[in-house]
């Protein structure tokens, strides 16, 4: 089945320590997405790639990094200096016409 | 800048009443996609149904419709009788053509209950 895959479901993390959320699509798209979205709140884009090896950043980037070596995958590290990353972790990926299909998601919390 | 408004936080419902949810939204773009998405409460965004902004016609998809008005820039959307698996966080969200960032709307929670 085609679609868009996120791990793990839940992930906690110490004080300090840099995570790594993954995401991975197999439907051939080319444009891939990062949104966090906090309790009651919409969602907010982190960082955003369009093609293998190149990505930008979005309205709350710092703190996060990414890297997209190839189509199918589009990790996303927490870094140590994202104050507040406790917050439910979306990736999507992008169709035709302009939009954008989402993963199950990721829950991390801070110890 | 772009801004979409979910005037409703949350809407309670009996099972079978329909429920209608307000989306008002702001763009400078002439040329933009608007969509509905829900959230149930396992998180996954689940795309609903897409509009663009040169087709007005309002649509019906089973249960589901949507009222799309240019001229006061809303994006209204209806679940007719509704049923309890309908109860999420539903999300409207403007995207204009060919860009990257979803604006989405804070969500109405809506409520069905047996």
């Known amino acids: 089945d085609g679609g868009i895959t996120q791990s793990p479901k839940y992930l906690f993390r110490k004080e300090g320590q840099n995570v790594t959320l993954s995401c991975e699509q197999n439907l051939n798209h080319d444009a891939m997405y990062w949104y966090r979205q906090d309790p009651g709140q919409g969602l907010r884009l982190i960082y955003y790639s369009q093609i293998v090896n190149d990505f930008q950043k979005g309205d709350i980037a710092e703190g996060y990094s990414v890297s997209r070596e190839k189509k199918e995958s589009f990790p996303l590290t927490v870094t140590s200096a994202q104050k507040n990353p406790t917050a439910f972790y979306l990736c999507?990926?992008?169709?035709?016409?302009?939009?954008?299909?989402f993963g199950p998601g990721t829950r991390l919390t801070v110890l | 800048a772009q801004k979409v408004t979910q005037a409703q936080t949350e809407i309670s419902v009996v099972e079978k009443e329909d429920v209608t949810l307000d989306c008002v939204y702001e763009t400078r773009d002439t040329t933009y996609y608007l969509f509905w998405y829900k959230q149930p409460p396992s998180g996954e965004l689940v795309f609903l149904i897409r509009r663009n902004s040169f087709d007005e016609q309002n649509e019906i998809s089973g249960r589901y419709s949507w009222n799309f008005q240019k001229s006061t820039s809303s994006f209204n959307f209806t679940i007719t009788a509704s049923q309890v698996v309908d109860s999420a966080v539903y999300f409207c969200a403007l995207i204009k053509a060919a860009g990257n960032k979803l604006t989405f709307g804070g969500g109405t929670r809506v409520l069905v209950k047996p």
């Open positions: 999507a990926s992008r169709g035709f016409p302009d939009t954008q299909y």
